[in-house]
C-alpha cells in the first residue's frame, strides 16, 4: 500500500517547529535552557502517555471532571493536537491493527508513514465523532478540539518567560518549547513505528506489536507495546516488576493523592507463563537439539 503526501496545515506548522530547531545554534544552549527542555519534555510526555493514551484513548483508571480537563489540556500542549481527535485515531488502530484499515500500520505502509507520514496527511484531518462518544459529550474537551492551537501555545509563551527570567527568552522558547516538542514527537512516533518492526513478542495478538526496554525508557514505560496490544484496558503497561513503566508509577502517585482512582491492571492469568502464546509458540516451533542435527 503507498498514500499520496497530501499535507495539512497542522503538518505544514509540524515541519515548521522542526526548522525552529536550527536557532539554537543563534541562543545557545545553557544549563537552565536543558533543565527547562527536559521538564517539558517530561511532563508534556505524561500528557501524551497518561493522559491522552492510557486515560482518553482506553479509560484505564477513573478521574474527577476538572482533572480530566487538566489532563486533556497537558496532552494538547505537546502539540499533537486534541485529545478527541487523539483518542478517536487510537481506538481505531486498535481495532484495525497491521490491517489494510489502519491507519499507520508499519507492516504494509513501511517505516515512514507510520512513523510521521499519516500525521501530516490531510487525510486524516477529522476523525469519527461516534468513537469517542463517551468524551465528546463533554463541552470542554469539544473546546479543546476545536481550538487545538491554544495549549501549545501557552507551553510556548510559558518557556518564553521562563528564558526572560534566566536572561535570553528566545533560549527559553527554542530550548524549552521547540526542541521539546521535536523529540517529543519522534519518542511518540516511534511506538507506531518501530514497536512494531523491532523488539520481542510476549503474546500472539494478531498484528506486529512488540515490547522494547530501549523505547520503554524514552517513552515512559510505552515501549511495551505487546504488552498493551495484548490487554489495552491496562494502565499498567510493563506488566511485571522489571518493566520499567514511569507513567504508570506517576499513575500510582495521584491515585495517592486521591486525583484518580480505580486503575486497572492486567488479570493475573496473563502472568502465567502459559498465558504467554508468543513464547509457547516460538519454543514448539523451534526444533530440538537432536532434531536440528538430523535435519
Known sequence: ??????????????????????????????????????????????????????????????????FQFFL???????????????????????????????????????FYWSHVGWV?????????????????????????????????????????????????????LVVGFFISTVILYHTTFSINSLCHMFGSRRYETGEESKNSLWLAILTMGEGWHNNHHHYPLSCRQGFFWYELDITYYILLGLEKLGLVWELQAPPKRMLKPEAMTAINKLKVEEPTPELAEVA
Open 1 to 66: 500500500m503507498h498514500r499520496s503526501i497530501n499535507i495539512s496545515l497542522p503538518g505544514i506548522l509540524f515541519v515548521m517547529v522542526h526548522l525552529a530547531c536550527i536557532a539554537v545554534f543563534w541562543t545557545g544552549i545553557a544549563w537552565w535552557a536543558v533543565g527547562l527542555c527536559a521538564f517539558m519534555f517530561f511532563t508534556r510526555k505524561f500528557g501524551i502517555t497518561g493522559a491522552f493514551h492510557r486515560y482518553f484513548s482506553h479509560r484505564s483508571y477513573k478521574t474527577s471532571r476538572p
Open 72 to 110: 486533556a489540556f497537558l496532552g494538547g500542549a505537546a502539540a499533537q493536537k486534541g485529545a478527541l481527535w487523539w483518542a478517536a485515531h487510537h481506538r481505531h488502530h486498535h481495532k484495525h491493527s497491521d490491517t489494510e484499515l489502519d491507519i499507520h500500520s508499519a507492516k504494509l505502509e513501511g
Open 120 to 172: 501530516l496527511s490531510k487525510e486524516y484531518e477529522e476523525y469519527d465523532a461516534n468513537s469517542v462518544r463517551d468524551l465528546n459529550k463533554f463541552p470542554e474537551l469539544v473546546w479543546l478540539d476545536r481550538y487545538i492551537f491554544i495549549p501549545p501555545v501557552v507551553a510556548a509563551v510559558f518557556c518564553f518567560l521562563v528564558g526572560h527570567l534566566f536572561g535570553n527568552a528566545w533560549e527559553g
